[in-house]
């Protein structure tokens, strides 16, 4: 069955510092792979996805996720955190007619 | 304006009431969804419509009925509600049933539902 693992529950980084969420993927054939937001309180937000083609996917909010088969891959990048990227990160994959998500990656920025 | 709206935002009752919880989609999209997120940020979904035609129906108890009067509007209403219902209940869209999960799904904002 496809899964998505996110091994780091919560993050904490600085503000202006760089960002790496990891997301681990299990599927048999070429992946759809997703990166979704959850601000407080808030519905998700499609931060960007990956079909096919180049393997670096910019998205919103100045975010970019890589795309790294051969590690089963899809990490989310940001250079440069604002305190407003605070929030709850989460990976998905597509199957079938569906998203499978990942548990989620908590993001906490110090001033 | 909004684009996926649910209500109510928050429902606490008590265990073996029945409740719905509503949703309404002013995108013009063809299918809609219902997840649930647990106490854990587990996000997994239940329920998918298109059209008012129900396609995807995971493993949830018979307790969980999904409704969809008309394509913009998919409700969610629960029997008999138990302790462990109590979770976030969100509500998506998208465009186009066919291009399936590679269609951008829109969220509402979430339903917190407590159970006592």
């Known amino acids: 069955a496809q899964s998505v693992t996110q091994p780091d529950i919560h993050i904490t980084v600085s503000e202006g510092a760089s960002l790496e969420l990891r997301c681990n993927y299990s599927?048999?054939?070429?992946?759809?792979l997703f990166w979704y937001v959850q601000s407080p309180g808030q519905g998700l937000q499609l931060l960007l996805k990956?079909?096919?083609?180049?393997?670096l996917v910019q998205g919103i909010k100045g975010f970019e996720a890589e795309f790294k088969r051969s590690q089963s891959s899809f990490n989310l990048r940001k250079p440069s955190v604002h305190w407003s990227d605070a929030a709850e990160y989460f990976c998905?994959?597509?199957?079938?007619?569906?998203?499978?998500f990942g548990q989620g990656t908590r993001l906490t920025i110090n001033p | 304006d909004t684009a996926v709206s649910q209500t109510p935002k928050y429902l606490v009752t008590q265990m073996g009431n029945d409740k719905s919880i509503k949703c309404e989609q002013n995108l013009g999209h063809d299918t809609m969804y219902w997840y649930k997120q647990d106490s854990k940020k587990f996000l997994k979904i239940m329920f998918s419509y298109n059209n008012k035609e129900l396609i995807i129906n995971e493993t949830v108890p018979n307790r969980f009925s999904p409704k969809s009067p008309d394509k913009a509007h998919l409700n969610l209403h629960i029997n008999s509600l138990e302790l462990g219902d109590s979770a976030v209940y969100f509500c998506?869209?998208?465009?186009?049933?066919?291009?399936?999960?590679?269609?951008?799904?829109?969220f509402g904002p979430g339903t917190r539902l407590l159970v006592l």
């Open positions: 990956y079909f096919s083609g180049d393997t």
């Open positions: 998506a869209s998208s465009q186009d049933r066919l291009a399936g999960f590679q269609e951008t799904q829109y």
């Open positions: 599927y048999g054939a070429t992946p759809y």
């Open positions: 998905a994959v597509g199957s079938g007619q569906k998203l499978v």
